[in-house]
């Protein structure tokens, strides 16, 4: 598509749930991030792709983050029992390719609220 | 690891009046330094980069931000602000080298009133 597609736009949960979050990269971009945005606080990097692949996981802040890509294209971001401290703004960008000079695309975000 | 530090959380200012937003970075590597702009219930969208070259970057709406590398700085500049220049700047870095992530600072919210 033209630009980072994320769904849903907001997501108000129950603590304990599961979530899933969705991200549809630009078309042919083959690197895609997840950050997180809370609230004052600037972005907090959390698992990046290469094609179908994850080199990087460094960020995600526990077990109950996990995150898929298939066919290089669609990521799912999943947030299982869901706790208070998990409400934030999860950002997805996109990028041509790995590189430092590659610039990021990102998408609008997916609000989480966590009750 | 790098790092990026932005001092000011928030900066109010004049529509007209010039306006200098602080980024200052840590790297034990050379680095490529970017702006990103977030307007309000918006994805954050690339304001300008510094990869090589000229120190003084110039930007999209008449921003530029000048790259010292003595004083690991790279502050945003603009000489006349406008209300809808009114959103959150973010300061970012990442390693030339090894292609890791992009580290980016806690953002100044830039208000501009009349």
């Known amino acids: 598509g033209a630009g980072v597609s994320q769904s849903p736009s907001n997501k108000v949960t129950e603590k304990g749930k599961d979530v899933e979050l969705r991200c549809d990269p630009i078309s042919g971009h083959t690197a895609l991030y997840w950050y997180r945005q809370r609230l004052g606080q600037g972005l907090e990097f959390l698992i990046y792709f290469q094609g179908n692949s994850a080199p990087d996981k460094s960020g995600l802040p526990s077990d109950r983050f996990s995150a898929e890509r298939t066919g290089e294209s669609v990521s799912t971001l999943t947030i299982q029992r869901t706790q208070q401290e998990d409400s934030a703004v999860y950002l997805c960008?996109?990028?041509?390719?790995?590189?430092?000079?590659?610039?990021?695309?990102f998408g609008a975000g997916s609000r989480l609220t966590v009750l | 690891a790098q790092s990026v530090t932005q001092l000011d959380s928030q900066v109010p200012v004049f529509e007209e009046a010039p306006v200098e937003l602080r980024c200052n970075y840590s790297?034990?590597?050379?680095?490529?330094l970017f702006w990103y702009v977030q307007y309000p219930n918006q994805g954050l969208q690339l304001l300008l980069k510094?990869?090589?070259?000229?120190?003084l970057v110039k930007g999209i709406n008449g921003f530029e931000a000048e790259f010292n590398k003595s004083q690991t700085s790279f502050h945003l500049r603009k000489p006349s602000v406008h209300i809808s220049d009114t959103a959150e700047y973010f300061c970012?870095?990442?390693?030339?080298?090894?292609?890791?992530?992009?580290?980016f600072g806690t953002g100044t919210r830039l208000q501009v009133t009349l």
């Open positions: 970012a870095v990442i390693n030339t080298g090894t292609a890791s992530k992009l580290t």
């Open positions: 960008a996109s990028s041509l390719s790995r590189g430092g000079a590659n610039v990021l695309t």
């Open positions: 510094y990869l090589s070259g000229s120190t």
């Open positions: 790297s034990s590597v050379s680095v490529y």
